[in-house]
């Protein structure tokens, strides 16, 4: 029997990538100090003053042919887009850094950008300030109203209910003491407050029925039940060290795979110019991949309820929610942990310690093998692949969100939802209460009176996909059954029939192709040594399309929901899947906007924008926090290498002695 003495000598310590100011290379996230500039040039030009606020301050990219012809050591230009809230009126501004001036400032009537701290904090305490609130609490029971936690939710927008037009956050609360139990586990139901931000006004606030309060839930905090006896430790380790190289701010090196990234406080992560190197040359995969939004609306009836339909990404940012990742937990103690600094509302910048982490993960299973019987022997290699993951928390949620990286030249997107279920105090203690078949109508009983509502993740991804170059194409391969021609012995044999998309615009199923599905990006221009065009695959696990009425105000604003695979021209301003201002919006201005002209897509640059969703019915399992829910697609080489890029992949093994 052989041991692994290595082991023996393994402290398990983290690494950290220890990062200069920069910027290193023209995608880099703006700078503090670009920022501290930024809005000295607006207040040179007269644009902003002490009292403004912004909700938008990022990077606005150069040309995409300038930054994929730059080369390390060249100069470079730098830009800001900036949304700025004056006044009560929304400006837009793009500033030129580099040539320290503004390049324009435009006023946008009607625009409502992401929610600000201020305005969170303001409908918060107007709201537990307002005499209706002390009522509210006081029927309820309530005598300490430290004891209360009210947190402001994004409001959603309905057509007819007088609030059109206005800055509205819909503020629920909460009994609750973070020591004991999970934050939001307690809601004091049937109590909603409506604020508007801009003038601080409590519009309204909704005192409906009284529901006892659940019981403080146990297995969470302080009342985490004692352990089982504790398993000896398993983990992943990386005695020599990391295979990854990180340089700059961030440029990420791992096998044959290169990549940049950078903090955006929209989209939480950005990642740039991925490329594989095949050992001949440096292949061109994606120019960019972000999430572009996050969409999760909720299925009740129930005024309190209904309006919670959230855009995670546009309305809060998954940037400003992201969480610090903790060693041996959130990421293995291989991993390397990365601070990320966004920009705030008030022209600064916040850093969000170890926001993000890098690690190699020997999955366990092989990368290939082969068993010979003859002579018994097992060939092969261990699989072992690159994560870049960040874990932003929209309020109950976690959504660990993964790049995943593979020596085959595959590319997973990943996303794992963990925290907990938004959750309703019911009257029912059991599915045998008499208020059961009601309460759970739109929702689970998933602990006794606590009913957590149906809801949807849409998770959209913007895939500037550039297959050994910007000019590409979709195709689709279909699975057609048809007759065995030619065979005395078979009645039947599936075929593959290709063809090729034409126009932009949503990818919708074709019934007709009864085996199946597969959807490619194609180079026209380009030959594999095989005179194949390289082309990868985009291979859909976890899809989900919106049920919901097309109609419907939040569907409405969510119409990129209404199928899973959508493509689009690359144009400069198209970045977000339900638009730029999809706070408070009525209608989807992203997807269902940009593919309107229906413009060719015959050998263009082409974005693609993929939903990995799915419908969360929740289970008492669930409780009282959601085991990470993981869904993912991944993108995969088809006809690009003209043969396993893997086979030379030669992961290091641990020393071994007898
Ligand atoms: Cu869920």
Request: some cysteine; overall charge neutral.
């Amino acid at each position: 029997m052989k041991k692994l003495a290595a082991l023996l000598f393994i402290a398990f310590t983290s690494f950290a990538h220890a990062q200069e100011e920069g910027p290193f290379h023209p995608m880099d996230a703006l700078t503090p100090t670009e920022i501290e500039n930024t809005v000295k040039l607006l207040a040179a030009a007269g644009d902003v003053d002490k009292d403004t606020r912004y909700p938008t301050m990022a990077l606005r990219e150069a040309p995409k042919d300038v930054i994929r012809s730059w080369k390390k050591g060249q100069p470079f230009t730098r830009a800001a887009f900036v949304i700025v809230q004056k006044k009560g009126k929304i400006f837009e501004s793009v500033v030129d850094i580099s040539g320290k001036k503004v390049l324009s400032f435009t006023e946008k009537p009607g625009a409502q950008p992401m929610i600000m701290d201020y305005e969170w904090a303001k409908a918060r305490d107007n709201f537990m300030a307002d005499p209706r609130f002390k009522v509210a609490m006081e029927k309820r029971g309530f005598k300490d109203m430290k004891q209360i936690f009210c947190t402001p939710n994004s409001a959603g927008s309905f057509p007819g209910d007088g609030l059109q037009g206005r800055r509205i956050l819909k503020v629920p609360c909460f009994s609750g003491d973070e020591r004991l139990h999970p934050l939001l586990a307690r809601p004091i139901e049937g109590l909603m407050g409506i604020v508007d931000t801009n003038s601080g006004e409590v519009l309204d606030v909704l005192d409906r029925e009284v529901v006892a309060l659940p019981p403080a839930p146990d297995g969470y905090g302080k009342t985490l039940p004692k352990p089982d006896k504790p398993l000896k430790p398993i983990a992943m380790i990386a005695p020599k060290g990391p295979n990854i190289d990180l340089s700059g701010n961030l440029e990420i090196k791992w096998n044959r795979w290169q990549m940049h990234a950078r903090a955006d406080k929209r989209a939480g992560l950005i990642l740039s110019l991925v490329r594989f190197d095949d050992g001949k040359k440096l292949r061109d995969v994606a120019y960019q991949m972000n999430l572009s939004e996050l969409f999760v609306p909720y299925m009740s009836p129930d005024p309190t309820w209904s309006y919670r339909t959230f855009m995670d990404a546009g309305e809060f940012g998954l940037g400003y929610l992201i969480s610090s990742l903790k060693p041996g937990v959130d990421c293995p103690p291989n991993a390397i942990f990365v601070d990320l600094t966004f920009p705030n509302d008030i022209g600064g910048t916040y850093t969000r310690p170890a926001a993000l982490c890098v690690f190699e993960r020997a999955s366990g299973d092989p990368a290939w093998r082969h068993y010979v019987a003859k002579d018994q022997s097992v060939s092969g290699v261990p699989q072992v692949e690159l994560v870049v993951r960040h874990i932003p928390t929209l309020g109950n949620y976690d959504y660990v969100i993964d790049y995943v990286f593979s020596p085959q030249g595959n590319i997973t997107l990943r996303t794992g939802a963990t925290g907990f279920d938004a959750i309703k105090s019911v009257p029912s203690k059991d599915m045998e209460s008499a208020t059961a078949l009601e309460d759970t109508q739109y929702g689970n009983l998933i602990a006794p009176y606590t009913v957590a509502i149906n809801h949807d993740h849409y998770f959209n991804f913007r895939l500037d996909l550039d297959i050994d170059g910007p000019k590409n194409s979709l195709v689709r391969d279909a699975f057609y059954p048809g007759p065995a021609k030619g065979s005395v012995t078979r009645k039947s044999l599936w075929t593959l029939k290709t063809g090729r998309y034409t126009a932009e615009g949503p990818i919708v199923p074709d019934h007709a192709a009864t085996g199946g599905e597969i959807w490619r990006i194609i180079n026209p221009n380009e030959k594999s040594g095989l005179k194949f065009n390289p082309s990868y695959w985009i291979n859909t696990n976890h899809q989900a399309n919106s049920i919901l009425d097309p109609n419907d105000p939040p569907q409405l604003r969510a119409g990129f929901t209404q199928q899973t695979l959508w493509v689009t021209k690359r144009r400069d301003d198209q970045y977000w899947a339900a638009g730029l201002y999809p706070n408070l919006s009525t209608k989807d201005e992203g997807l269902p906007a940009f593919v309107s002209k229906k413009e060719s897509i015959i050998n263009e640059d082409l974005v693609l924008w993929y939903n990995v969703g799915f419908r969360h019915a929740p289970r008492p399992e669930d409780f009282p926090i959601l085991p990470t829910f993981w869904h993912e697609m991944t993108l995969r080489p088809a006809f690009f290498f003209d043969r396993d890029p893997s086979m030379t992949f030669n992961p290091g093994t641990l020393e071994t002695k007898d």
